[in-house]
């Protein structure tokens, strides 16, 4: 099984590390419980990589430590393969989300955590903490550009979790 691209695992749960672009972001995507436990079984199923337009395969589901994620980065004409491993993942009844960190050939190093929390006021929150470098020559030499396409995709998993009212939902579904 290959190696964590970085050393700092599991540091998405509190201070980020130095020497890494930092990402933190929260958004309230629902209200109520119905709201949270839809978005976890989406959450824990790849759902927000998916309708953030990353093709996506995953060796467990639901995501759970040591779940092997493989994303397709599509960009313009090209496409980046993004290997990942899960090094946290939790189901409560208030807090639903996993991690993953870089495997060798992805274009960053580092970890990246989304989590979902089911507040006291029944607001549902989902966060993204990120740390990242980048891992290849050709991420280090288009840092500008790398920096915009993962602020991009960032704001695309938070939408991809937004609660639709049920009238959306079923035109969805149709």
């Known amino acids: 099984m290959p190696e964590l691209t970085y050393p700092e695992v599991g540091a998405t749960a509190g201070a980020l590390p130095d020497g890494y672009r930092h990402v933190r972001i929260r958004r309230t995507i629902g209200r109520g419980r119905d ?19 990353v093709d996506i395969s995953l060796s467990q589901v639901p995501l759970r430590v040591g779940t092997t994620v493989r994303m397709r980065l599509p960009l313009g004409f090209l496409a980046f393969s993004a290997p990942c491993r899960v090094v946290w993942a939790e189901r409560t009844a208030e807090r639903a989300g996993f991690a993953y960190g870089t495997l060798p050939r992805h274009p960053l190093r580092g970890e990246e955590r989304f989590e979902l929390r089911l507040l006291p006021t029944g607001d549902v929150c989902f966060s993204i903490t990120a740390f990242s470098a980048p891992g290849r020559w050709f991420t280090r030499l288009g840092a500008p550009l790398v920096r915009v396409v993962q602020t991009r995709m960032i704001r695309r998993y938070l939408d991809a979790l937004v609660e639709h009212s049920p009238e959306e939902r079923s035109r969805d579904e149709r």
């Open 35 to 53: 709201a949270f436990e839809r978005a976890g079984d989406d959450l824990l199923r790849g759902e927000a990589q998916k309708r953030a337009g």
